[in-house]
């Protein structure tokens, strides 16, 4: 590829493109987290930069949950009576001191911006697939067919850390093939962990093929290395380039780290850019990878402690499910991360504290695959996929309405029952709570219907909010302590206010749903759980979802104050921006 086919994808016509769609998020979005306030004059809404010079006007609806729908073509920019041209990196400039924006934050949140635009452009030169045909493809077509990312960030792409040759290399809308690369590390600071019943020496030979394992062996007895004094580790080729070669130079030089070169597997990149499917057999465990690329609020690294304890909580949550009969009716099931391992620098160790990214630098873990679970006529799809919207402005969740011949409504309690019963319950039967993002979760489709939900990201995403929970010691560590007044946005947050408020108001713009009927349909699916679970009763009081109103948790509010680390892990509860109220949907049902 040449010097100038590497930026081809940033044509003017592109770049004015992609500037309108993240302003149309910006206004959308900083406006639900009352950043920003429009004001409404003559069928349209205003709002003015800091210095109240510049106005951006727009048409747009107002929808539950205080969510408001932007029509991008609507959006014009005037300063002193002439209009300009839409730039995002101007906008975030002149309301710089609305958005809360720090002299230290500033530059880098624009880098993050420039970045997202990027992609955006790159996507925009992919031939236009549309919602209904989308629906028709495989599950890695559609993994690799997103355009917008997570829903609520404005800066969602930022991937700090890759040029433009890694982006068309490792990005999961690029679907470029990835080979992994192995190293071989000493046991002295290295740390296998697996899932009950998995052998390293057998798990690694179905991973790798028995002649990449001889082949690996080969190359450190060559360098008179004893293979049993070594444990093998798949890294991100990006990680090795970039961080390993340089940062871990000692470990190299003493031979604690020997590098086997790529294995023979291909893969693919998912939505959440280190984690991989084995596209050259789909059956095979997917491998998450420790990646020191900033984006979305976080170094994407993973942590060699971390990984000691994932198979055993992995275990313990497939056990729980397996023996709780309303989680095994309504199906759900989880990928266990069967195996991890970490390496552990012992001078970095020395000069961190546990949550610092130099300690989270190469770890990997092997997560199931979920092919080998369907059944016929069955297909995958993630869920990030029901609120994509083609350039049409067709959904993905309406395409699969129209594919099942079901009444949307029919349709939806089908996929809240795969998909919402299982966090109710887990909820209030156990305290347990999930990230159950759309890209954390799989859906299972026959004929456009959801049959089931597969949950993924367990052991670092999950948690027991239970204090005084008994849990084995292996398990310990997801119990968190967590404000009673906060525990219920676990769902009125993570699923009501961040997915099921872009849901339905796709559908509701297509036409496919109103929003009443969106929201009804939540509401009998949660009255129905309640009434089938009576022994909970005193739980549904105590915590209940039909609240009139709940606290209104803001995403971009943690990004635009700290884009380095969102959230201090220690106290994840603690660094939540409560702005406010908003009127629960569900309450006049």
Not at 217 to 229: F, K, M, S, T, V
Request: overall charge negative; some cysteine; charged content about 25%.
């Amino acid at each position: 590829m040449s010097l100038s086919d590497a930026v081809a994808h940033l044509s003017p016509e592109r770049w004015e493109t992609a500037n309108r769609l993240l302003v149309r998020k910006a206004l959308a979005e900083f406006a639900h987290e009352r950043l920003i306030t429009p004001e409404e004059r003559d069928g349209r809404y205003v709002v003015r930069s800091d210095d109240g010079l510049t106005s951006y006007r727009f048409t747009a609806v107002r929808r539950a949950l205080d969510h408001w729908q932007v029509d991008a073509d609507s959006i014009t920019r005037t300063r002193d009576g002439a209009e300009l041209p839409l730039a995002a990196l101007d906008f975030f400039i002149e309301l710089k001191q609305a958005l809360g924006l720090s002299d230290e934050i500033l530059p880098v949140y624009l880098e993050e911006i420039s970045s997202t635009l990027s992609g955006t452009c790159y996507k925009l030169t992919k031939a236009r697939i549309t919602s209904a045909e989308l629906v028709r493809s495989g599950f890695q077509a559609i993994e690799t067919g997103m355009t917008e990312g997570h829903p609520c960030f404005v800066a969602n792409n930022g991937r700090l850390g890759f040029g433009v040759r890694e982006y068309l290399s490792y990005a999961p809308e690029t679907a470029s093939p990835v080979r992994l690369v192995w190293l071989a590390a000493h046991r002295s600071r290295a740390a296998f962990t697996a899932g009950a019943g998995i052998d390293y020496e057998a798990f690694l030979r179905e991973e790798l093929g028995a002649a990449a394992v001889e082949r690996f062996d080969g190359i450190l007895r060559e360098q008179r290395l004893d293979p049993a004094d070594y444990l093998l580790i798949p890294v991100h080729p990006w990680q090795w380039w970039n961080k390993l070669s340089v940062t871990f130079a000692a470990e190299v030089a003493r031979k604690n780290l020997v590098c086997l070169g790529e294995g023979e597997d291909e893969y693919l990149a998912q939505q959440s850019i280190r984690t991989f499917f084995n596209s050259s057999h789909p059956e095979k465990h997917y491998v998450k990878t420790a990646l020191s690329v900033l984006n979305m609020g976080f170094m994407r690294g993973l942590s060699a402690a971390y990984m000691e304890a994932t198979p055993a909580i992995n275990d313990w949550l497939a056990q729980l499910i397996d023996n709780d009969p309303v989680l095994k009716s309504t199906g759900l099931s989880i990928i266990r991360e069967r195996a991890a391992v970490g390496y552990r620098h012992l001078e970095y160790e020395a000069a961190t504290d546990r949550y610092s990214p130099y300690r989270k630098m190469l770890a990997a873990l092997w997560r199931e695959s979920p092919v080998p679970s369907l059944r016929d006529g069955e297909s995958l799809a993630t869920m990030a996929a029901l609120v994509h919207v083609d350039h049409e402005g067709k959904s993905v969740a309406g395409a699969l309405v129209e594919q099942s011949g079901l009444a949307p409504a029919e349709w939806l309690r089908h996929y809240l029952e795969a998909y919402y019963t299982p966090l109710l319950h887990s909820f209030y039967a156990y305290d347990l709570v999930f990230m159950p993002h759309g890209e954390n979760t799989i859906l299972v489709l026959r004929d456009g219907v959801v049959q089931r939900a597969v949950y993924k990201d367990i052991a670092e995403e999950i948690a027991v909010l239970d204090p005084d929970a008994v849990l084995p010691p292996e398990v310990r560590r997801i119990r968190v302590d967590v404000p009673e007044d906060r525990k219920l946005l676990s769902i009125f947050t993570d699923v009501f206010d961040c997915f099921f408020r872009f849901l339905a108001a796709n559908l509701a713009a297509e036409g496919v749903l109103t929003e009443d009927d969106f929201w009804r349909t939540v509401a009998e699916v949660t009255r129905s759980y309640q009434e089938a679970n009576p022994e909970l009763a005193h739980r549904f009081r105590q915590y209940d979802m039909f609240a009139p109103e709940f606290a209104l948790s803001c995403l971009n509010r943690l990004q635009l104050r700290d884009n380095r680390q969102m959230v201090d892990l220690a106290d994840p509860s603690g660094a939540l921006q409560l702005i406010g109220t908003l009127k629960n949907p569900v309450t006049g049902f």
